[in-house]
């Protein structure tokens, strides 16, 4: 497979595009070229041509309207995404043999993959950022308007995929210089988007078998490591009768944890540890909760642990009735 795309300064869009390609497609090459002969040597070719069809990818064209539903418009990681991004992670699923991944998985990963990756690429890329937010936001007053417009300086320097690409763009560099920083690039990107793959294949498997655990109770029982917190967030009103979640820790014993009060809020709890367990360790947080193998209580509040699953199913009891309810 021989995949082109522009020479000169590179972007977020065309890179990460080639990094799914690439992985796709394992005995690849890429050029970079804007002469017209040079790049109908290709397979594929993205994001330069102006030109749209089974074999051209180019979203600056001015008969190019793809866009989501939710009205971002396609540049050039999202297309490749949108095209090849299925096929993409059953070959993930294949190589890191991971089991259990129905069609509706492999759907729920692709669009978790666009939403959390491709969709801020192309944001990025195709100059809708501030519009899109506009219209997301939509501010009502100078004030608003003021709090909105610190907020977008404060993320353009954002360590994000955009603002990390544009880095390996060096200056003063020759044009083979710069076609080795892209090829980097597409290398480094190629490990982040794997790796990103298997987490979100791993992610909807584990939120699925959260669901299914879960039976509308105010304490989320589990005995796996599960995302359960992203479970929580993307469902949330599943659980609006929940308030706490009993879990095995990764290095020892149990942990009791409060659910966030929203999505967009985990840091305020729905429901914060009895202020005199707070910061608590072993016999102290023993001696205050009436109970034997406790382990500690944050200081904030938001989570706790015992030794054993019956102890800390009784510190989540406890910290049912005794904690302090936003």
């Known amino acids: 497979m021989l995949i082109a795309t522009h020479d000169g300064s590179f972007h977020a869009d065309e890179a990460t595009a080639c990094a799914v390609l690439t992985y796709i497609y394992e005995n690849s090459q890429i050029i970079r070229s804007r002469d017209p002969l040079e790049l109908e040597k290709a397979d594929i070719i993205i994001d330069v041509s102006g030109i749209n069809d089974e074999k051209h990818f180019d979203h600056h064209s001015k008969d190019f309207k793809l866009s989501r539903e939710n009205g971002v418009n396609y540049a050039t990681a999202g297309l490749m995404w949108h ?70 300086a404060f993320y353009l320097n954002e360590p994000s995929i955009p603002y990390l690409v544009a880095m390996m763009n060096l200056p003063n560099v020759s044009a083979q210089e710069q076609n080795r920083n892209f090829q980097s690039t597409v290398k480094i990107l190629r490990t982040l988007l794997q790796n990103a793959a298997v987490n979100a294949l791993y992610t909807e498997i584990g939120i699925a078998r959260v669901l299914e655990l879960y039976d509308g109770s105010e304490i989320l029982i589990i005995h796996e490591r599960l995302p359960w917190s992203s479970a929580v967030r993307e469902h949330f009103e599943t659980f609006k009768n929940c308030y706490l979640a009993v879990y095995p820790d990764r290095k020892r014993g149990w942990r009791v944890q409060a659910l966030p009060y929203s999505p967009s809020n985990r840091f305020k709890n729905k429901i914060t540890a009895p202020k005199a367990w707070c910061g608590l360790n072993d016999e102290q947080l023993d001696e205050a909760t009436g109970l034997k193998g406790t382990i500690f209580v944050h200081r904030s509040g938001f989570t706790g642990g015992a030794m054993d699953y019956e102890t800390n199913l009784e510190l989540a009891k406890k910290w049912l009735k005794l904690g302090d309810r936003a």
Do not use: C, T, W
């Not at 990025?124 to 939509?138: E, H, K, R, T, V």
């Open 83 to 152: 095209h090849f991004g299925l096929e993409y992670l059953k070959k993930i699923a294949h190589e890191f043999a991971i089991e259990n991944v129905s069609p509706k998985i492999l759907e729920a990963a692709f669009k978790r993959i666009d939403k959390e990756i491709m969709i801020a690429v192309d944001l990025n890329d195709n100059g809708q950022l501030n519009s899109y937010l506009d219209n997301l936001i939509a501010p009502k007053n100078k004030e608003e308007q003021e709090i909105f417009d610190k907020l977008n």
